[in-house]
């Protein structure tokens, strides 16, 4: 069986066995899932150089992406800063009424965007830009203390509407363009 290496700097030192049917790699700057395709007979000792630096072997080389296939694999994908609907606190003030923190709900997190060639054109842009948006509104009405009008002393309850997303998504960021009758897209 052949085998097929990727090429590196000097620094690469290989040493070959025949009479034990392995081949050892060593090297002192680089770390790659497969140097051979060749199952060895027997587990490789570490290389030694006069820097006294330790030395990637094939199957150290081949734990340590296992591993780290393993750790990637146990991250959550997508879900860390993905679009959703979170709490959040407002202040909110109307007039003269005194400011009352409420809890309310806004659109947070990450959607997919890019920018690539057209394959059509090639001296054009094709861009997607998505930002997390409201997909629709609910009124919610927020009770304040406001003076009494005309001097009065005391206060009144006033209820002040606001609009709180129903929910978010990924959608284009800039508004849809407005079509007029006859037009076309």
């Not at 620094?11 to 392995?22: A, H, I, L, T």
């Not at 006033?158 to 129903?166: E, G, L, Q, S, T």
Request: proline share 8%.
């Amino acid at each position: 069986m052949e085998d097929s290496r990727i090429q590196y700097p000097l620094q690469d030192v290989e040493r070959e066995n025949p009479e034990e049917g392995y081949t050892q790699i060593c090297n002192t700057f680089y770390v790659a899932s497969s140097y051979i395709h060749r199952v060895p007979k027997k587990t490789c000792t570490p290389c030694s150089t006069d820097s006294g630096r330790s030395h990637w072997t094939l199957k150290n080389v081949t734990v340590l992406n296992i591993s780290l296939v393993l750790l990637l694999a146990l991250l959550p994908q997508g879900q860390v800063g993905a679009c959703s609907l979170r709490r959040s606190v407002h202040t909110v003030r109307f007039r003269q009424c005194i400011p009352k923190r409420v809890l309310s709900l806004n659109c947070h997190g990450t959607c997919n965007s890019y920018s690539s060639l057209n394959p059509a054109d090639l001296l054009s842009i094709i861009r997607n830009c998505n930002c997390c948006k409201e997909t629709g509104f609910a009124n919610a009405w927020i009770p304040l203390r406001c003076p009494k009008p005309n001097g009065e002393r005391g206060y009144r309850d006033a209820h002040i509407r606001v609009k709180v997303p129903r929910g978010c998504s990924c959608r284009p960021c800039d508004p849809l363009p407005t079509i007029q009758a006859g037009e076309y897209l």
